[in-house]
């Protein structure tokens, strides 16, 4: 079912990924050259442990130490000091100062050491108990009795009956205002601005007069007064 190939057949053109063709219904072959069937994966162990038997009878924890742990430390040298010691003999500039760090040794204090670990006893205890404590049991009997939730019930209605006593103890205040309450109530006494006229005509009186004598005008301007609205008067 494969394709014919026309020309000589090489053996780069079975391992070139570039050169290979896909047979029908199977994948692509990168081209690699695979062992015999002889050939076992994986990486050989040669670690001898004793197996599950040797971990069930025994509890072996080796202890952690290092090549140096017993060496004392070296101590590191301390360029902040050379460098000030020899800011202060003069030299500023960087081959002066390296300089300097090559005649002149001045060390670091060694820090603390650190406590090591140690090494557990071959032969432990038999009452020592590994791991952490487990949680306390869940109350079952409580759980079937539904007490947690005949508590919360009570709990609300325990609130319920607290927060009515405490309305019923308020005292009703002034009802609040709104904007219309407040217009209505409050009348802003108005200006009224003499109108504008040309100078030719300020001193010239009205032709013509729709009321019969003063009284009749100032009637009609308090009739008119409780009747107006708060952005002005109308002017007669």
């Known amino acids: 079912m494969e394709s014919p190939h026309i020309g000589v057949v090489r053996d780069s053109m079975l391992t070139n990924p570039r050169l290979i063709r896909a047979s029908l219904g199977r994948s692509k072959s990168k081209g690699l050259s695979c062992p015999g069937s002889d050939f076992v994966y994986g990486m050989v162990t040669t670690i001898q442990d004793g197996g599950v038997a040797e971990a069930i009878s025994s509890w072996y924890c080796p202890a952690v130490e290092t090549r140096h742990s017993g060496l004392p430390r070296r101590q590191e040298k301390d360029f902040v000091a050379l460098n000030r010691e020899g800011v202060k003999s003069g030299l500023v500039t960087a081959k002066e100062l390296q300089q300097y760090h090559a005649t002149h040794d001045l060390r670091r204090p060694a820090p603390p050491r650190a406590p090591q670990r ?25 759980l079937l009795q539904q007490q947690y939730r005949q508590r919360w019930i009570q709990q609300q209605l325990d609130k319920h009956t607290t927060m009515q006593g405490q309305d019923s103890k308020r005292k009703l205040g002034r009802v609040q205002d709104t904007r219309a309450s ?6 802003p006494p108005v200006e009224s601005a003499p109108l504008w006229k040309l100078p030719r005509f300020q001193q010239v009186g009205p032709s013509l007069d729709t009321f019969r004598d003063a009284a009749a005008r100032q009637r009609a301007l308090k009739a008119q007064h409780p009747d107006a609205t708060t952005t002005g008067l109308a002017t007669l």
């Open 118 to 142: 140690r090494a557990m006893p071959a032969v432990l205890p038999p009452d020592i108990t590994f791991g952490i404590c487990t949680r306390p049991s869940t109350p079952i009997g409580e």
């Open 182 to 187: 407040v217009l209505r109530k409050s009348q």
